[in-house]
């Protein structure tokens, strides 16, 4: 290994431009792998609020057509009693809540004060049971009170200071869109990269506010679950498919019928990006599509790499022939080559993870999809870089060598070794 | 007995308008614990044949017999194998490797021998470099070595690993008169101490004739 090394050193003096250009092209190549796995792994990865991901479900679509005409159909989120069907009492299930999917994006103030922009969720009070907020002060609304719609808020620290000045907050009247509510508790500024936790401010909802149910059982719920330990989420799908035939009875009247969509899904399938309420997600497609895109963006630097390696190789013929005169096989040659480049290639490849780590730390709201989410984007490090993170990105490292070594291991172990001597 | 044995050895180099005659059914005989010289004008075929003897290159023709080993099914890895348990090489131009220090060039064919321990490894390096005079140099890069000092270390490494058979190509070549003297008697200390078999190629009358026997080539073929 020392001798690698030594050598590795030697090239890199002596071919400084071709060795420096290597060592950081591989650094890149993995900084930006490494920048499209955090971008995934925010999506799927589970920390705090949301640090239940790996059991949570999200039933937050309903798409209904007509019996006769397909073409005839509406999609969106669920009704209060579409909701309460197809969720409620879901053996298998340790906690629910009802929450309205979408955000408002909404003036807060103070009373006759000066207004900004917020992220508004309307939500149930089991929802901070569900998702793991700091709180900083107060506490959150209770199931009573939610369920009596009454206008108590709870706020991030950002937007208290923003809205209320210096703390405390809690008891102090702040306007929301031209409603007045009590703020009861303030919560840490949650991250934005927290899709289905995140918001600036959250009122009461209960799925007795009909206020939003439309016609054909659409509404602005969904339903976000926390499975028991051990339970298969197939189980709670099973449930989930045999009430639609309760919706369909429901809907009948009006000619219409409920699609199943294979939900409730879980945060994988949400974050998808081709997540649509009236298309069965394709998960395999996705995935094999993320795979193609990798495989690009390894083949691209692996192409230019590999030229590189040969370059740096086609001045070591000698060596190789010296090397082969001594008894080194063709097998120890391609061995000896792939493992010095996969030296080369590691500490470009950490060079690449600290680059990713800097800016994992500093541009974390970049990762975010929603560009409005407005005062989240507090770095989740521990979501954005775990040890499947660096571990891929070592895999990273591994495959990019391999791409790149392999052709020039193979011609130089395939020199005549006296060719390979008399080469000038 | 004969530990080289050269029968009927043909070596065509064949481009599309021309081909080429380097060696033309040689036939040559080493003993045991001999040193002998090869000589001729350039291009007669002197550093193919060693080549062939090395097992660095294939002839088109004719059978190659090392230490009772012939080698035509041989595999690319077991030429490599007994090239690495039984030959030594040392080349005009040193060719040590630039990168490597002097212990690690030496060290360089055990490194390719397996069951040695690195610590065993470094006491035969130490051992030889010892024997040549070049222990206070072990830790210099080749390119801070004399001529003369290279050529030794190229010995070194030849022989570090006890081969039967050392090859040598214009040893002296690129030295001076006082140097290639030097090389010339460690070569002679080798054959007569170690009973290693010595061929080597020269162009230089009279070292040649200090060795035991002169084979003459000539456009590819024996002349005496």
């Known amino acids: ?424 | 007995m004969s530990i080289i044995k050269l029968s009927e050895i043909n070596k065509v180099y064949q481009t599309k308008e021309i081909e080429t005659i380097a060696l033309d059914h040689v036939n040559i005989d080493v003993k045991r614990g001999e040193f002998v010289s090869i000589m001729g004008p350039s291009g007669c075929g002197k550093s193919t044949l060693l080549n062939i003897i090395g097992l660095l290159d294939r002839p088109n023709g004719g059978k190659v017999t090392l230490l009772d080993h012939t080698f035509d099914k041989s595999s690319d890895t077991e030429l490599s194998q007994f090239r690495n348990a039984n030959i030594g090489f040392v080349f005009q131009s040193f060719h040590l490797i630039p990168a490597l220090d002097v212990a690690a060039n030496v060290e360089l064919p055990l490194v390719y021998r397996t069951g040695l321990s690195a610590r065993k490894r470094r006491e035969k390096v130490e051992e030889v470099l010892q024997r040549l005079n070049m222990t206070h140099r072990m830790h210099h890069m080749p390119s801070e070595l004399s001529g003369g000092q290279c050529q030794r270390v190229a010995i070194a490494r030849a022989i570090v690993g006890s081969p039967s058979i050392i090859l040598a190509d214009e040893p002296t070549g690129n030295l001076d008169s006082r140097m290639g003297a030097e090389v010339m008697n460690i070569l002679h200390t080798l054959n007569k101490e170690n009973g290693t078999t010595i061929v080597m190629v020269t162009h230089n009358e009279s070292q040649a004739r200090d060795t035991d026997r002169i084979i003459r080539f000539f456009d590819g073929r024996v002349i005496s």
Not at chain 1, 99 to 108: L, P, R, T
Not at chain 1, 173 to 179: C, L, N, S, T
Not at chain 1, 225 to 235: A, L, T
Not at chain 1, 252 to 263: D, N, T, W
């Open chain 1, 1 to 424: 290994m020392k001798t690698k090394l030594k050598q590795i050193y030697y090239d890199m003096r002596h071919q400084p431009v071709i060795a420096w250009v290597t060592f950081f092209a591989t650094a890149m190549s993995v900084f930006l792998i490494m920048v499209i796995i955090m971008m995934q792994n925010v999506k799927s990865a589970p920390f705090a609020p949301e640090s239940c991901r790996d059991r949570l479900l999200l039933g937050v679509n309903l798409h209904v057509e007509d019996i006769e005409d397909q073409d005839i159909n509406s999609s969106s989120s669920l009704s209060s009693v579409a909701a309460r069907v197809l969720y409620d009492d879901i053996d298998g299930v340790e906690k629910i809540s009802y929450y309205h999917k979408w955000m408002d994006d909404s003036e807060v103030s103070v009373p006759g004060g000066e207004s900004c922009m917020a992220q508004l969720r309307k939500a149930d009070a089991a929802f901070f049971n569900i998702f793991d907020y700091t709180l900083i002060e107060g506490r959150y609304y209770t199931t009573e009170e939610a369920d009596a719609l009454m206008p108590l808020a709870v706020i991030t620290e950002t937007v208290a200071r923003n809205v209320l000045g210096d703390a405390p907050w809690t008891g102090r009247d702040i306007v929301i869109d031209d409603r007045q509510y009590t703020v009861v508790g303030v919560v840490r500024d949650i991250s934005s990269l927290a899709m289905t936790a995140y918001a600036d401010l959250f009122v009461p909802t209960a799925l007795s506010d009909t206020e939003g149910d439309r016609d054909n059982l659409l509404g602005q719920f969904g339903a976000v679950m926390v499975v028991k330990e051990g339970v298969d989420f197939s189980h709670i799908r099973q449930q989930v498919k045999a009430r639609y035939s309760t919706l369909d009875a429901m809907l009948a009247q009006s000619g219409m019928r409920a699609v199943y969509h294979e939900g409730p899904y879980e945060q994988e399938v949400i974050s998808n990006d081709d997540l649509y309420s009236n298309v069965t997600p394709d998960l395999t497609s996705a995935k094999r599509m993320h795979l193609i895109i990798y495989a690009i963006l390894l083949l691209v630097p692996a192409v230019n790499l590999s030229s590189m390696l040969h370059s740096r190789l086609s001045r070591r013929i000698r060596e190789i022939g010296i090397r082969r005169a001594f008894g080194c096989t063709r097998k120890r040659i391609i061995a000896d080559v792939i493992i010095e480049n996969f030296i080369v290639t590691l500490l470009g490849g950490a060079v690449g993870v600290v680059t990713g780590v800097i800016f994992a730390a500093t541009y974390s709201g970049l990762y975010n999809d929603y560009e409005n989410f407005r005062y989240g984007d507090t770095p989740v490090m521990g979501a954005l870089l775990n040890w499947q993170t660096v571990g891929v990105a070592l895999l990273v490292c591994f495959i990019l060598n391999i791409f790149s070594a392999a052709l020039p291991a193979w011609y130089a172990s395939s020199l005549k070794p006296v060719e390979a001597l008399n080469s000038k």
